[in-house]
Protein backbone atom coordinates (compact mmCIF):
# COMPACT_ATOMS: atom_id res chain seq x y z
CA UNK A 1 0.00 0.00 0.00
CA UNK A 2 1.27 3.53 -0.58
CA UNK A 3 2.42 5.16 2.41
CA UNK A 4 0.45 8.74 1.62
CA UNK A 5 -2.59 7.05 1.42
CA UNK A 6 -4.70 9.08 3.94
CA UNK A 7 -8.40 7.38 4.05
CA UNK A 8 -10.05 4.68 3.13
CA UNK A 9 -10.95 5.39 -0.27
CA UNK A 10 -7.22 6.46 -1.01
CA UNK A 11 -6.44 2.90 0.03
CA UNK A 12 -8.88 1.81 -2.71
CA UNK A 13 -7.26 3.56 -5.25
CA UNK A 14 -3.79 2.06 -4.33
CA UNK A 15 -5.35 -1.56 -4.39
CA UNK A 16 -6.69 -0.81 -7.87
CA UNK A 17 -3.27 0.28 -9.14
CA UNK A 18 -1.25 -2.47 -7.73
CA UNK A 19 -3.41 -5.59 -8.77
CA UNK A 20 -7.16 -4.75 -9.75
CA UNK A 21 -7.74 -8.60 -10.55
CA UNK A 22 -6.75 -9.94 -7.43
CA UNK A 23 -9.89 -11.33 -4.50
CA UNK A 24 -10.68 -8.27 -2.10
CA UNK A 25 -14.12 -9.24 -0.85
CA UNK A 26 -15.26 -13.30 -0.99
CA UNK A 27 -18.83 -12.76 1.18
CA UNK A 28 -20.74 -15.97 2.47
CA UNK A 29 -24.31 -15.98 4.30
CA UNK A 30 -24.53 -19.56 5.91
CA UNK A 31 -28.22 -18.72 6.68
CA UNK A 32 -28.68 -18.80 2.86
CA UNK A 33 -25.42 -20.56 1.41
CA UNK A 34 -24.84 -17.24 -0.63
CA UNK A 35 -21.22 -16.71 -1.99
CA UNK A 36 -19.85 -13.98 -3.14
CA UNK A 37 -16.75 -12.89 -4.48
CA UNK A 38 -15.40 -9.48 -5.85
CA UNK A 39 -12.32 -8.58 -7.18
CA UNK A 40 -10.72 -5.07 -6.70
CA UNK A 41 -11.30 -4.06 -9.75
CA UNK A 42 -15.44 -5.18 -8.95
CA UNK A 43 -15.68 -3.37 -5.54
CA UNK A 44 -14.31 -0.68 -6.76
CA UNK A 45 -16.73 0.01 -9.31
CA UNK A 46 -19.72 -0.76 -6.98
CA UNK A 47 -18.17 2.04 -4.70
CA UNK A 48 -17.82 4.32 -7.80
CA UNK A 49 -21.59 3.96 -8.28
CA UNK A 50 -22.37 3.81 -4.67
CA UNK A 51 -20.49 7.31 -4.16
CA UNK A 52 -22.23 8.72 -7.37
CA UNK A 53 -25.33 7.61 -6.00
CA UNK A 54 -24.90 9.53 -2.47
CA UNK A 55 -23.47 12.28 -4.18
CA UNK A 56 -25.61 12.71 -7.37
CA UNK A 57 -29.13 11.29 -6.71
CA UNK A 58 -28.85 11.81 -2.80
CA UNK A 59 -27.06 14.83 -2.68
CA UNK A 60 -24.75 13.60 0.08
CA UNK A 61 -21.87 16.59 1.14
CA UNK A 62 -18.73 16.33 3.07
CA UNK A 63 -19.65 15.99 6.99
CA UNK A 64 -23.29 14.61 5.99
CA UNK A 65 -24.05 11.71 8.48
CA UNK A 66 -25.26 8.31 6.73
CA UNK A 67 -26.85 5.75 9.40
CA UNK A 68 -25.48 2.66 8.18
CA UNK A 69 -28.27 -0.01 9.75
CA UNK A 70 -26.62 -2.75 8.11
CA UNK A 71 -25.24 -6.44 8.61
CA UNK A 72 -21.22 -7.45 7.50
CA UNK A 73 -21.97 -7.44 4.73
CA UNK A 74 -20.21 -7.16 1.09
CA UNK A 75 -22.62 -4.71 0.07
CA UNK A 76 -21.86 -2.83 3.74
CA UNK A 77 -18.43 -2.91 3.06
CA UNK A 78 -19.44 -1.10 -0.40
CA UNK A 79 -21.20 1.46 1.31
CA UNK A 80 -18.69 2.35 3.73
CA UNK A 81 -15.54 3.02 1.36
CA UNK A 82 -18.40 5.24 -1.14
CA UNK A 83 -18.94 7.17 2.52
CA UNK A 84 -15.19 7.63 2.25
CA UNK A 85 -14.95 8.64 -0.85
CA UNK A 86 -17.70 11.56 -0.82
CA UNK A 87 -16.68 12.56 2.58
CA UNK A 88 -19.79 11.76 4.90
CA UNK A 89 -19.44 10.23 7.86
CA UNK A 90 -20.75 6.48 7.97
CA UNK A 91 -22.24 6.14 11.46
CA UNK A 92 -22.34 2.26 11.69
CA UNK A 93 -25.53 1.64 13.68
CA UNK A 94 -26.06 4.81 14.09
CA UNK A 95 -29.68 6.47 15.24
CA UNK A 96 -31.61 7.52 12.18
CA UNK A 97 -33.25 10.31 13.44
CA UNK A 98 -29.72 12.06 13.47
CA UNK A 99 -28.68 11.48 9.57
CA UNK A 100 -29.02 13.19 7.11
CA UNK A 101 -29.67 10.08 5.51
CA UNK A 102 -30.03 6.58 6.25
CA UNK A 103 -29.07 3.11 4.56
CA UNK A 104 -31.09 0.30 5.62
CA UNK A 105 -31.42 -3.58 5.51
CA UNK A 106 -34.86 -5.52 5.14
CA UNK A 107 -34.64 -6.00 9.23
CA UNK A 108 -34.29 -2.14 10.05
CA UNK A 109 -36.92 -0.56 7.79
CA UNK A 110 -39.30 0.74 10.48
CA UNK A 111 -36.06 2.30 12.75
CA UNK A 112 -34.97 3.64 9.19
CA UNK A 113 -38.05 5.95 9.03
CA UNK A 114 -36.87 8.32 11.76
CA UNK A 115 -34.80 9.85 9.54
CA UNK A 116 -36.59 12.75 7.92
CA UNK A 117 -33.48 13.11 5.10
CA UNK A 118 -33.25 10.29 1.85
CA UNK A 119 -33.95 6.91 3.05
CA UNK A 120 -32.37 3.83 0.89
CA UNK A 121 -33.19 0.53 1.32
CA UNK A 122 -30.86 -2.79 1.06
CA UNK A 123 -32.66 -6.21 -0.25
CA UNK A 124 -29.55 -7.74 0.48
CA UNK A 125 -30.65 -11.09 -1.76
CA UNK A 126 -28.18 -13.08 -3.60
CA UNK A 127 -26.20 -11.51 -6.45
CA UNK A 128 -27.62 -7.78 -5.22
CA UNK A 129 -30.97 -8.64 -6.12
CA UNK A 130 -33.66 -6.21 -5.79
CA UNK A 131 -37.05 -5.97 -3.31
CA UNK A 132 -40.24 -7.27 -4.93
CA UNK A 133 -41.50 -4.28 -3.79
CA UNK A 134 -39.71 -1.12 -2.98
CA UNK A 135 -40.65 -0.59 0.65
CA UNK A 136 -43.06 3.06 0.56
CA UNK A 137 -40.59 5.79 1.70
CA UNK A 138 -37.70 4.64 0.32
CA UNK A 139 -35.47 4.02 -2.45
CA UNK A 140 -33.99 0.81 -3.85
CA UNK A 141 -30.44 0.57 -4.15
CA UNK A 142 -30.69 -2.23 -6.01
CA UNK A 143 -32.75 -0.40 -8.52
CA UNK A 144 -30.90 2.74 -8.46
CA UNK A 145 -27.41 2.07 -8.23
CA UNK A 146 -26.63 -0.07 -11.72
CA UNK A 147 -27.77 3.34 -13.86
CA UNK A 148 -24.90 5.52 -11.96
CA UNK A 149 -21.20 6.21 -13.20
CA UNK A 150 -18.22 3.83 -13.14
CA UNK A 151 -16.00 6.83 -12.49
CA UNK A 152 -16.78 8.92 -9.60
CA UNK A 153 -14.72 12.30 -8.71
CA UNK A 154 -15.49 14.17 -5.53
CA UNK A 155 -17.17 17.44 -5.93
CA UNK A 156 -14.22 19.12 -3.31
CA UNK A 157 -11.54 17.14 -1.86
CA UNK A 158 -12.24 15.06 1.12
CA UNK A 159 -10.07 16.25 3.94
CA UNK A 160 -8.18 13.33 5.69
CA UNK A 161 -8.32 14.97 9.37
CA UNK A 162 -12.64 15.44 9.23
CA UNK A 163 -14.91 12.82 10.48
CA UNK A 164 -14.98 9.85 8.40
CA UNK A 165 -16.69 6.89 11.21
CA UNK A 166 -18.36 6.64 14.13
CA UNK A 167 -18.70 2.65 15.18
CA UNK A 168 -20.03 1.96 18.85
CA UNK A 169 -19.72 5.25 19.30
CA UNK A 170 -16.59 6.14 18.65
CA UNK A 171 -15.47 8.96 15.90
CA UNK A 172 -12.72 8.20 13.46
CA UNK A 173 -11.46 10.85 11.18
CA UNK A 174 -10.49 9.10 7.71
CA UNK A 175 -6.29 9.25 8.95
CA UNK A 176 -7.26 7.79 11.98
CA UNK A 177 -8.86 4.72 10.52
CA UNK A 178 -6.03 4.39 8.27
CA UNK A 179 -3.29 4.62 10.98
CA UNK A 180 -5.28 2.37 12.94
CA UNK A 181 -6.09 -0.35 10.28
CA UNK A 182 -2.42 -0.61 9.67
CA UNK A 183 -0.99 -0.34 13.26
CA UNK A 184 -3.40 -3.26 14.29
CA UNK A 185 -2.42 -4.90 11.08
CA UNK A 186 -0.33 -7.47 13.04
CA UNK A 187 -2.28 -8.15 15.78
CA UNK A 188 -4.73 -9.70 13.52
CA UNK A 189 -2.40 -11.44 11.96
CA UNK A 190 -2.40 -9.47 8.97
CA UNK A 191 1.34 -9.94 7.53
CA UNK A 192 1.10 -8.24 4.62
CA UNK A 193 -0.08 -9.00 0.62
CA UNK A 194 -1.77 -12.05 0.14
CA UNK A 195 -2.56 -12.40 3.32
CA UNK A 196 -6.36 -13.69 3.81
CA UNK A 197 -8.37 -13.08 6.68
CA UNK A 198 -11.79 -14.98 7.39
CA UNK A 199 -14.00 -12.78 9.60
CA UNK A 200 -17.28 -13.88 11.23
CA UNK A 201 -17.44 -10.76 13.16
CA UNK A 202 -20.32 -7.99 13.35
CA UNK A 203 -19.73 -4.51 11.69
CA UNK A 204 -20.89 -3.07 14.79
CA UNK A 205 -17.37 -2.48 16.27
CA UNK A 206 -14.18 -1.41 15.43
CA UNK A 207 -12.64 -4.57 15.67
CA UNK A 208 -15.49 -6.19 13.32
CA UNK A 209 -15.01 -3.33 10.38
CA UNK A 210 -11.21 -3.55 11.18
CA UNK A 211 -10.91 -7.50 10.35
CA UNK A 212 -13.86 -7.47 8.00
CA UNK A 213 -12.83 -4.77 5.64
CA UNK A 214 -9.99 -1.65 6.95
CA UNK A 215 -7.45 -4.65 7.68
CA UNK A 216 -6.93 -6.55 4.65
CA UNK A 217 -7.26 -3.26 2.74
CA UNK A 218 -4.45 -1.45 4.49
CA UNK A 219 -2.16 -4.39 4.02
CA UNK A 220 -2.69 -5.70 -0.07
CA UNK A 221 -4.72 -8.38 1.88
CA UNK A 222 -7.85 -9.81 1.37
CA UNK A 223 -11.31 -10.85 3.91
CA UNK A 224 -13.31 -13.71 3.72
CA UNK A 225 -16.38 -12.15 5.28
CA UNK A 226 -19.03 -14.46 6.94
CA UNK A 227 -22.75 -13.54 7.88
CA UNK A 228 -24.30 -16.05 10.23
CA UNK A 229 -20.92 -18.32 10.74
CA UNK A 230 -22.43 -20.04 13.98
CA UNK A 231 -24.51 -21.74 11.76
CA UNK A 232 -21.55 -23.31 9.86
CA UNK A 233 -20.28 -26.62 11.90
CA UNK A 234 -16.34 -26.98 12.53
CA UNK A 235 -15.78 -29.56 10.15
CA UNK A 236 -17.47 -27.39 7.63
CA UNK A 237 -15.53 -24.30 8.86
CA UNK A 238 -12.43 -26.26 8.81
CA UNK A 239 -13.01 -26.86 4.80
CA UNK A 240 -13.61 -23.49 4.57
CA UNK A 241 -10.84 -22.26 5.66
CA UNK A 242 -8.62 -24.86 3.38
CA UNK A 243 -10.54 -24.00 0.52
CA UNK A 244 -10.30 -20.29 0.77
CA UNK A 245 -6.33 -20.55 1.90
CA UNK A 246 -7.22 -18.50 4.74
CA UNK A 247 -4.38 -17.35 6.51
CA UNK A 248 -6.34 -16.25 9.61
CA UNK A 249 -9.36 -16.06 11.47
CA UNK A 250 -11.02 -13.97 13.35
CA UNK A 251 -14.50 -14.80 15.05
Same mark, same amino acid.
Given at each position: MNATDRTPADLLRSALA???? *??????? +??? #? $?? *? /? @????? #???????? #????LQGELSAEPGDRVALLLPAHWQTAVWLLACSSVGVVADVAGHPGAADIVVSGPDTLEAAREC?? @?RVALALRPLGGRFPQTPAGFVDYAVE???????? /?????? +???? =????? =?? *????????? @????????? &???? $?? $?? *? &? &??? &???? #?? @? $?? =?AGLYGPLATGGSVVLCRNLGLLGEDALAKRIESERVSVVAR
Open positions: ADPA *RPLVTFY +DDA #T $GE *R /V @ELSVA #TFANWVAK #TANLSG @EVPSQGDRF /VPYAPV +DPEE =AALIV =AG *REFSGAEVV @ERARDEAGA &LGLT $GP $GS *R &L &LSG &LGYD #TW @E $GV =A
